[in-house]
């Protein structure tokens, strides 16, 4: 690369223009890149530009790098993200000694990279990795590169660690909001104290924590199955005395992908998706209540399979340290020993298995290869040491502090040795706390009833077909009625056959896969007649299985109406079950209200018709249909929008039918996704009309803000969406909560209108909460008179992230949420 640069060098100098005249990727010392004139630089395979810009809704300029072959402008890096250019006057400049320098109005120095080299011949150049350089033309040695340097996002081959030998870190930073890219809250850094592991922190509060790596992964996860294969990017660690760092590749080079800490303390690594034009989450943590750091206290141990019952348990030989609390589901006083150790106290170890080995804080590493017996030996002899584990990256590790932010896996994860007085031993020292039985077991069960039941679709149309032969044969008027019988049974849904499915979608392709959620992926395809269908394909390890199924088979082939996603048909080949729906253009709800882009164009009016819609489509659900339904997982992504925007309720799997007379019900299996889920259905399992209703307030909220409820955050209180809206509510001050994306005018009265109506939906109590046909009045009405709202349910985070543990089901790695189905659309 040194021969081109020189050349280039050697032109420039030769001419006697100024100025930056085309999309190279170099800059030499006699040239400029101006944000007057719309000058770039451009990597040589034209994967990366570097030019000026300004985030969605900001007339700030800054200087940054972003995917040129990505058609939503996502910057990777930010030269200027803390001291933008307030016009157009900026200018990107090299100086002799290789200083990167941003100047605006001539004179005013906004940013510089602060380079002490004195380099002959300085070029500035962007790679093709996304990389910017400062090249000694010379040599070809690097000067200073931005990868050294990183924002909030890593590309392949960026770091994210240690070089030891000249202590140099590089660590991520999230932007301090969608329209600001100044240093925000949240960073992701490797610890690299014993075991190493990566932190993220908001301040100096760890709020997620990986686990130490262990050869393979971080944190000794499950890992994935075939289905769950991760055909994206290859993660890399490398530990040695000079490194400690992690980094990715691209499986493909045809492939996008990138990983972000967001201004909301969300970890995810998404890839574009050239067909559906958006980012997809391939992995998002923290991925459910058990990632939050010491959530359970010290001697706890956190189970997010161990639902309704509770998500924390003390290790056994240890109590809660506060009773109290702990029956109050406030686990973080955590446990205490039965049996207080000491020196004179006899004392062994207890095996526990599967787990997210404790925090790293008090590791004392042994790095010499020693036994399992060694390395309890040696951690016998010393009085503070509580617990060892042998692991494959450093051997013994050994604890001399309480045991913090440890989680129990269905499979994966590792041993831990727990030291107890002896009379707590029993006559098992190693006998690990039972589990549940796994999640793969209950899918395996629930696929072979599932196989059963489809069958019978097949069989019942045979069996009508004969018995209405048999009717004219015989004219009996006893067939008649069990024709009339059968006939009610029968679902009368086209059957389609895998092979039409496969050519509707290119054979499952990647490409047209737009979503995944817990019964499976979700692919767009077109059919021969050119009908555009989505395709709900049930993965074999679905969480969701015959009952899920069966639900949304039954409910949505019998309920018509405009704001209700249409069932075309289903597939039933093999162990093959799919779904097949109307496609809806405009996608899902979630990608428009909380998307930087999308959420700019959605004016109130659209957004108000969309509330309306809902509205109507479930007051049609309770009331109006003739199998009387609630949906249980109403929520954003749930909603679907066609092409002018109406929207669609969708995914019934979880949907109940209530009799005419029937209030309520309720169930021991509480599923649904946290944040919208009522306080009487996640903490009792109750749900009826007004669970639905709840979750229509959360809805509301988020579509009237643009935020979603979960990992809301403001910098002036720990209140999640709900309890801010209720905070401005009494304030005075509702229209602080409206979307700052949202394009003017917006009529002040309607929108303080739906907060209200929202917050009279989310409050504690059901009988508080307006039935839907109110709601549709209130919002019909332009003088509605509506009474205060009161406090509403699950109004804090502390207590919202606490629920999540009733959220269930298969958590897939393309999900934002926890929940039995997330689906980014169909």
Same mark, same amino acid.
């Given at each position: ?17 100024? #100025? ?32 000026? @810009? ?433 006939? #009610? ?39 021969? !007649? ?11 390890? !679905? ?50 209200? @909380? ?147 949202? #394009? ?72 934002? #949420? ?9």
């Amino acid at each position: 690369m040194v021969l081109p640069i020189i050349l280039l060098s050697l032109f420039t100098s030769l001419s006697l223009s100024t #100025e930056f005249t085309a999309a190279l990727d170099t800059l030499s010392l006699n040239q400029t890149l101006s944000d007057a004139t719309g000058e770039m630089l451009v990597s040589a395979d034209e994967s990366f530009e570097l030019g000026f @810009f300004s985030p969605p809704n900001s007339g700030n300029r800054y200087i940054g790098i972003w995917f040129k072959q990505v058609s939503l402008q996502t910057p990777i890096w930010v030269a200027n993200k803390d001291n933008p250019v307030t016009d157009t006057s900026g200018v990107l400049t090299i100086s002799p000694t290789g200083n990167i320098i941003i100047t605006s109005n001539q004179t005013n120095l906004i940013w510089s990279s602060n380079s002490t080299m004195l380099p002959a011949s300085p070029v500035l150049q962007l790679l093709d990795i996304g990389n910017l350089v400062v090249v000694n033309s010379n040599t070809g040695s690097y000067l200073w590169q931005s990868f050294d340097h990183p924002c909030d996002t890593l590309v392949p081959g960026m770091k994210l660690g240690w070089d030891i030998s000249k202590n140099q870190e590089w660590y991520i930073t999230s932007w301090n909001s969608l329209q600001e890219p100044s240093t925000g809250d949240y960073t992701y850094r490797v610890d690299p104290w014993g075991l190493p592991q990566l932190v993220l922190r908001r301040g100096s509060t760890i709020s997620y924590r990986s686990g130490p790596w262990d050869g393979v992964r971080f944190g000794g996860a499950p890992p994935l199955t075939p289905l769950k294969e991760n055909t994206i990017f290859r993660p890399t660690f490398v530990y040695n005395t000079t490194f400690v760092y992690y980094s990715f590749v691209n499986i493909d080079d045809t492939i996008i992908s990138r990983f972000v800490v967001s201004q909301t303390g969300l970890l995810e690594h998404l890839t574009w998706n050239q067909g559906s034009g958006e980012w997809v989450d391939i992995v998002t943590l923290p991925a459910d209540s058990c990632d939050t750091y010491d959530l359970c206290g010290p001697y706890a141990i956190c189970n997010i399979n161990e639902i309704p019952i509770a998500i924390c348990h003390c290790m056994d030989g240890f109590v809660p340290k506060v009773p109290v609390e702990w029956n109050k589901l406030d686990w973080s006083g955590g446990c205490v020993a039965k049996t207080e150790l000491n020196c004179t106290v006899a004392a062994g170890f207890r095996r526990f298995s599967r787990l997210k080995l404790p925090d790293t804080s008090y590791f004392l590493v042994n790095r010499t290869e020693i036994s399992r017996v060694g390395c309890e030996e040696a951690c016998l002899k010393n009085c503070s040491c509580l617990g060892f584990a042998q692991t494959d990256i450093s051997g013994c590790v050994v604890w001399s502090g309480e045991l913090l932010d440890m989680r129990e896996y269905h499979e994966g994860g590792q041993d831990l040795y727990v030291r107890l007085a002896a009379s707590e031993l029993g006559s098992n020292k190693t006998t690990p706390r039972a589990l549940i039985p796994s999640v793969t077991v209950i899918s395996g069960v629930l696929a072979l009833g599932l196989i059963s039941w489809c069958v019978i679709i097949k069989k019942r149309r045979r069996i009508t077909a004969q018995r209405r032969a048999q009717r004219l044969e015989t004219g009996s008027q006893q067939v008649q009625e069990n024709n009339r019988s059968t006939a #009610e049974e029968d679902l009368e849904l086209p059957l389609f056959d895998l092979a039409t499915i496969s050519r509707a979608t290119d054979n499952f392709s990647y490409e047209n896969k737009i979503g995944e959620g817990g019964f499976g992926p979700v692919y767009k395809g077109q059919l021969s !007649s050119g009908q555009q269908v989505a395709v709900k394909r049930l993965a074999k390890t !679905s969480g969701q299985g015959v009952k899920e199924f069966k639900n949304e088979v039954i409910f949505i082939a019998k309920l018509q109406h405009r704001n209700l996603v249409r069932l075309l048909g289903c597939c039933i080949h093999e162990e093959e079950r799919m779904l097949i729906y109307e496609y809806m253009q405009k996608r899902s709800l979630e990608l428009h209200i @909380f998307n930087q882009t999308r959420g700019r164009s959605l004016d109130w009016q659209k957004r108000f018709d969309i509330i309306v819609g809902i509205a109507r489509g479930l007051l049609y659900l309770h009331r109006d249909s003739r199998l009387r339904i609630i949906h249980r997982d109403l929520k954003a992504s749930n909603i679907l929008l066609d092409d002018d925007m109406n929207p669609k309720i969708s995914d019934f799997g979880l949907a109940r039918m209530f009799g005419d007379d029937q209030s309520e019900e309720n169930t021991n299996r509480v599923l649904g996704t946290y944040g919208y889920m009522s306080p009487e259905y996640a903490i009792n399992g109750l749900f009826s009309v007004k669970s639905d209703v709840f979750s229509f307030g959360v809805l509301v909220l988020e579509i009237v803000s643009g935020k979603k409820n979960r990992g809301f955050y403001h910098p002036d209180h720990d209140l999640n969406l709900l309890g801010h809206a209720w905070k401005l509510w009494n304030e005075g001050k509702p229209m602080n909560l409206v979307d700052a994306l949202m #394009e003017s005018p917006i009529p002040t009265p309607e929108v303080v209108k739906c907060i209200q109506m929202a917050l009279l939906c989310v409050q504690d109590r059901p009988e508080d909460r307006p039935p839907m046909s109110a709601v549709l009045l209130i919002l019909d009405s332009e003088n509605a008179i509506l009474p205060p709202p009161k406090q509403p349910g699950f109004y804090t985070e502390r207590f919202t992230l606490e629920m999540d543990f009733l959220s269930t089901g298969i958590y897939p790695l393309a999900s934002n #949420e926890v929940t039995m189905s997330v689906l980014h659309g169909r």
